[in-house]
């Protein structure tokens, strides 16, 4: 009865067991729900251009809609505090929202057209929520650079006003920032002002009479300021074997290292300093005493360069440096093909320390080892490497001596600086790098100052820079292509790289920089160049000196018209 009652009780009781458990288990709480998919950035198009995929956007309309992209709706009450939009990544600009694509789509109109030639970067951060509460996955930003500004800078004047205009500007370094004592042109314009270069004031002297025959000075403060400077390479200024360093004090003349080994002479800078120096012995023929003593005093520093020392042990190669502590520990052989044929020039035109051919055609020409003729965008070069190497090859050596119609038995030197140009002209026209802003309009790349400091841009070595002295000192060779660079950089550009000595140094308007620098190797051509292309003035004084024509002629084998 017992084992019934027992039996009975479980089959009565096990219902409530069962529910029991069950109101137990239905009674624990619910799993919080998932959180809600992150927001993530997908893209950004500009106005309704394609998706961007450059890290940068160049040549963008200042009223541009930038639109970002994102894979859910955005929780619009978020927008205003986690999408921006700022100038040069730091200056807020005041913009409107407005919504695309279901709002998974965020349009940033600028209130205001933005500048041109800036940078801007719109910004989303990781507080930008989607409209189900989801974080920015990570932060976007979208940068931009603007258009150029196509209107011009300064009232429009004629050509020659224009020439006139920046040969004057350009010559104010040489003359108002000067140095005081020697009179000499300081190195660049944002460095020590003690520091003279001789090149560089070589070039400013060959200016003297361009801005005589131009009416910037009068003769007779030309005639001062190279008195100035006479006297002091005469009597002042250290030299080694009659040769000048690349830079010295501007005050008491004693060597400033360009390195540490280049503490002495340096023949190719002087090989600059001596042709400005004849130039201007050869304006300067007044027979009154001081112009008959400038000429004495010139045939002095002239006379004293000892050329042929510099051949070393009588090798048949001249070499850049000496130093009095390191005697040729440089060991920089002068080989062709560059800026040095000038410097082959003065040596073997010397009626006092000169060099046989011998030394010029081992030496520089390498016997023919300079020659390349190759061809590059259909222009053939006579010397040199692929593409031309850095302009100011086709400058400094032909400030004074004029390529038309020279030649020797290497090749067409008219023909080598007008391809050269020609090519860098083409280069920079075709743009392979695909800089912003390079054109038929923009364009010359040779050594100068960079956002870095300073490179010899070239179509090998081309990091985004133009240098304006490249085009503007090839107007000789390139008269209609230099003359819309130079228009270019004056009317368009005038406001960002037209200063108080003409056009800065150099400007990359990929990276938007310009440079704060003049530099006396790249102002002084641009004055003379500029000139020998409006009246051959300065090709016309220097190849008229005796010496210059015996040497090219007799002793090294050019033939030219004039020689």
């Not at 004031?201 to 060959?206: D, K, N």
């Not at 120096?277 to 005093?297: C, H, I, K, M, N």
């Not at 020797?408 to 860098?424: A, C, E, F, R, S």
Request: one cysteine or more; hydrophobic letters at 35%.
């Amino acid at each position: 009865m017992k084992k019934l009652n027992r039996q009975y009780l479980l089959v009565f009781l096990a219902p409530l067991f069962l529910a029991a458990n069950c109101n137990k288990k239905d009674s624990s709480p619910e799993p919080p729900p998932p959180p809600p998919s992150p927001l993530v950035f997908t893209g950004a198009r500009l106005d309704n251009t394609g998706a961007l995929t450059a890290a940068t956007n160049y040549n963008v309309r200042p009223g541009v809609s930038i639109k970002l992209s994102f894979n859910n709706a955005v929780d619009r009450s978020t927008t205003s505090t986690a999408v921006s939009l700022k100038e040069n990544g730091t200056t807020t600009v005041a913009v409107n929202y407005t919504y695309e694509n279901n709002d998974s789509t965020v349009v940033i109109t600028p209130t205001a057209s933005l500048k041109y030639l800036t940078r801007y970067v719109a910004t989303a951060i990781t507080s930008l929520k989607s409209s189900k509460g989801g974080s920015l996955l990570t932060q976007a930003t979208v940068t931009i650079i603007t258009q150029i500004d196509s209107t011009d800078k300064f009232p429009l004047i004629s050509d020659n006003a224009l020439l006139d205009l920046v040969q004057q500007q350009t010559f104010k370094y040489f003359w108002d920032y000067g140095h005081p004592v020697s009179g000499l042109a300081r190195e660049r314009s944002n460095a020590t002002p003690e520091t003279v270069t001789t090149g560089g004031s070589g070039f400013g002297i060959m200016g003297i009479p361009v801005a005589i025959q131009r009416g910037f000075i009068t003769r007779a403060q030309g005639l001062s300021r190279m008195q100035t400077i006479v006297s002091f390479l005469k009597n002042t200024a250290q030299k080694f074997h009659g040769a000048f360093p690349h830079w010295m004090n501007g005050t008491t003349g004693v060597v400033i290292p360009f390195s540490q080994k280049d503490n002495g002479a340096d023949l190719v800078e002087t090989s600059f300093m001596v042709a400005g120096l004849l130039t201007v012995r050869q304006y300067f023929d007044g027979a009154d005493p001081a112009e008959t003593t400038l000429r004495t005093d010139i045939n002095t520093i002239w006379n004293g360069v000892e050329w042929n020392w510099f051949r070393k042990s009588n090798e048949n190669v001249l070499y850049w440096h000496w130093s009095p502590n390191y005697n040729w520990d440089m060991n920089h052989k002068i080989q062709g093909w560059n800026e040095c044929l000038i410097t082959y020039i003065m040596a073997a035109s010397s009626t006092t320390y000169g060099i046989p051919q011998a030394v010029y055609r081992e030496g520089f020409a390498r016997n023919g080892a300079m020659i390349n003729n190759s061809t590059y965008y259909g222009y053939q070069l006579p010397f040199g490497p692929s593409n031309g190497g850095p302009l100011f090859w086709a400058h400094y050596s032909f400030l004074g001596i004029n390529p038309n119609g020279l030649t020797d038995i290497y090749g067409n030197y008219q023909t080598q600086v007008t391809n050269h140009t020609k090519i860098n002209y083409e280069y920079c026209k075709a743009n392979p790098t695909g800089y912003f802003g390079y054109s038929n309009q923009c364009w010359g790349l040779t050594a100068s100052d960079v956002p870095s400091g300073y490179n010899a841009n070239e179509p090998n070595n081309d990091i985004g820079v133009i240098s304006p002295t490249a085009a503007l000192s090839s107007f000789p060779y390139t008269p209609a292509e230099s003359m819309n660079a130079l228009k270019f950089f004056y009317y368009k550009l005038g406001d960002k790289i037209w200063k108080q000595y003409g056009f800065v140094d150099a400007f990359s308007l990929k990276d938007l920089w310009y440079a704060d620098s003049f530099l006396a190797i790249d102002q002084g051509p641009i004055i003379v160049m500029i000139e020998n292309y409006r009246s051959g003035l300065v090709w016309n004084l220097l190849t008229s000196c005796p010496e210059i024509k015996n040497g090219m002629k007799n002793v090294l084998g050019f033939a030219a018209p004039y020689l």
